[in-house]
């Protein structure tokens, strides 16, 4: 069963734009991840942000968490053609016996 | 060595055939995971294995039938499929199964039911 549910399903930016997609989940959690997937191809583990942590950050990658929300985002920033991917969150936690278990999903088109 | 591969990249098969899946990995993982994922749809966890022993089956019908030879190499043995089971099968391995643990995926299996 599906977890999160991702927002907004689809996006279309411009090269060198930031580009934020938004994830929230029902149930508490222990670990929530973020993967890219480019068209046909396996995941690509990204980051991953604890329950208790707030904000990571990776490159040109920054999530937030808000536990009290359930919610997390990602944020690509000066985005890339080379970022046009479909991006995914996972969570875990008890609920789900902690398996990892991912959202819809965000379609990312980065156009040059 | 950080990859996990899948064999075969696509696969087309008649409802009455019996192939196989196949995915190794060589990190020193020792969970593996099947995942089943549909067009435009996320991944759907299938089958983990921990340790070689069959740890999760999410209830998955009996036509797939997984195998977990050794620590490096996970199998699916795919029997009298139906149309609908034409999705793309991810392969993935961790560390160990324990929460938190990032998932490194293979690059599918294609599989086409006819």
């Known amino acids: 069963s599906q977890q999160g549910e991702e927002d907004p399903q689809a996006l279309s930016i411009q090269e060198g734009e930031n580009a934020t997609m938004n994830c929230s989940y029902k149930?508490?959690?222990?670990?929530l991840q973020w993967y890219r997937q480019n068209s046909g191809r396996g995941l690509v583990h990204l980051i991953l942000?604890?329950?208790?942590?707030r904000e990571k950050h990776s490159g040109r990658l920054r999530v937030t968490l808000d536990t009290s929300k359930k919610s997390s985002s990602l944020l690509i920033t000066a985005s890339r053609a080379a970022d046009t991917a479909s991006y995914f969150c996972?969570?875990?936690?008890?609920?789900?016996?902690?398996?990892?278990?991912f959202g819809g999903g965000t379609r990312v088109l980065v156009k040059p | 060595d950080t990859e996990v591969t899948q064999t075969p990249k696509h696969l087309v098969m008649g409802m009455t055939n019996k192939k196989s899946l196949k995915c190794e990995q060589h990190?020193?993982?020792?969970?593996m995971y099947w995942y089943k994922q549909k067009a435009k749809k996320p991944p759907e966890l299938m089958f983990v294995?921990?340790?070689?022993?069959?740890?999760i089956n999410e209830s998955v019908p009996s036509r797939f039938s997984p195998e977990c030879p050794n620590s490096s190499l996970l199998n699916l043995h795919l029997h009298a499929l139906q149309p609908e089971d034409s999705a793309l099968y991810l392969c993935?391995?961790?560390?160990?199964?324990?929460?938190?643990?990032?998932?490194?995926f293979g690059e599918g299996s294609r599989l086409t039911v006819l």
């Open positions: 294995y921990s340790y070689e022993k069959l740890s």
């Open positions: 996972a969570t875990d936690g008890k609920a789900a016996g902690n398996k990892l278990t």
């Open positions: 149930t508490s959690i222990n670990n």
């Open positions: 990190m020193g993982h020792r969970a």
């Open positions: 993935a391995s961790s560390q160990d199964q324990l929460a938190g643990r990032e998932l490194f």
């Open positions: 942000i604890r329950s208790n942590e």
